[in-house]
Structures are given as C-alpha cells and as structure tokens.
T-cell receptor, first 116, second 113 residues
C-alpha cells in the first residue's frame, strides 16, 4: 500500500486568490493523480502527473487554472488558481502502486476547500 | 469510454443485516474492479478488488462477485456494523495503458444500531 499525506487538510479562501495543495507519499511512485470531489459526488480526475513530464489534463480542466508540479517521485502540488465559489470541493491526490497481480490506486486524506 | 452505473445511491440497514451494492460497466475491456470505502472527512480507502478471471472474492465480512458476461459486479457486506457506515464507490479499470479507474457515483450506506 502507500501512506499519503496532504497539506492543508482544509482551508477557507477568498475568491480571486490561489491555493497550493501539497501531496507527499512515503515511497517513490511513477504515477500520481489529482481528483476533485464535489459535495456528495463521485471522484473526477483532474490530471495525471508523472515525474519529469508535463501533467496530462482531463477534459474540462486546464493548466492555467490547475497548475501541477511533480519535482520528484514522492511529491506533487496542485494549485487552484483565481478561485471562485464553484471551486469549493475536496481535492484528493492518489498514487498508482503495484498491488500484487495488478496495480492499484491509493488515495490521500483530501483537502477540503471552501471558497467564499 | 467506460461508464459505470452504481445502485442504490442510498442504503439503510439495521445492524446485523446484509448490504448489497451493485454496479454495471460498459467497456468489455475492463478487467479490474476495485471497491473503495470513504468515511466522513477521509479519503477513499481500497477495501477489496477483483480481477476478471475470478468470479468471487471474500475477505471476512465483505465479498465481491463479478459476472463478466452481464458486465456487472456487486459488493456484499454481511453482519453489518455501525462502523460500516460510509460511502462506497465501485470502479472499473480497462487493461492496457495507465491505471485510471472509472468510478461509480457512490452509495451512502447507513447502518442503524
């Protein structure tokens, strides 16, 4: 498995500002992912972040709004830029690790963001 | 692309009863089906998974079944306890390429003491 931590665990921000969320893993991983989970909803993939390459964004998400860094194999950041109340969500990072017969995805505890 | 349907959206049971959550998928290339449990204020936690070459898998009080022909899979929880109360997500992963699951919409399970 993997032990994943996120900072901050929660934050309340003013519209128009930006917040950077950090994700730290206890072991080296190639694939890291960022998800958004709106209240009472399922998980929506924002982007895939591989170390040494540009992040790959899913439809509806753009780098200017959600810039991602992946400086090494245990760390990544997601920035939510120029925030609006619609960005209020839980943001989750996850990693892909070998789980025996197949790879499996493990999630961090999430960052609960409220934008006023 | 893959589409995963999950039912019911809410499930309320008495402690000790069984709970069943059902999912269907559309992509015949999907061959790995993990289930996640998300407790309030926490991230999703992998609780059990099944590959397409297996029809059933058990781990203590939880089990998953897979019908590849019908493209549906289910989570079974027996002897439910209040600590089983959480949101459960099913997911499907297609073979080849990167592991990126398609998630169902989630089932909120409430176990009443």
């Amino acid at each position: 498995s993997a032990v994943i931590s996120q900072k901050p665990s929660r934050d309340i921000c003013q519209r128009g500002t930006s917040l950077t969320i950090q994700c730290q893993v206890d072991s080296q991983v190639t694939m890291m992912f960022w998800y958004r989970q709106q209240p009472g909803q399922s998980l929506t993939l924002i982007a895939t972040a591989n170390q040494g390459s540009e992040a790959t964004y899913e439809s509806g998400f753009v780098i200017d709004k959600f810039p991602i860094s992946r400086p090494n194999l245990t760390f990544s950041t997601l920035t939510v830029s120029n925030m609006s109340p619609e960005d209020s969500s839980i943001y989750l990072c996850s990693v892909e690790k070998s789980g025996g017969a197949t790879n499996t995805q493990y999630f961090g505890p999430g960052t609960r963001l409220t934008v006023l | 692309g893959e589409n995963v349907e999950q039912h019911p959206s809410t499930l309320s049971v008495q402690e000790g009863d069984s709970a069943v959550i059902k999912c269907t998928y559309s992509d015949s290339a999907s061959n790995y089906f993990p289930w996640y449990k998300q407790e309030l204020g926490k991230g999703p936690q992998l609780i059990i998974d099944i590959r397409s070459n297996v029809g059933e898998k058990k781990d203590q009080r939880i089990a998953v079944t897979l019908n590849k022909t019908a493209k549906h899979f289910s989570l079974h929880i027996t002897e439910t306890q209040p600590e089983d109360s959480a949101v459960y997500f099913c997911a499907a992963v297609a073979s080849g390429g990167s592991y990126i699951p398609t998630f169902g919409r989630g089932t909120s399970l409430i176990v009443h003491p």
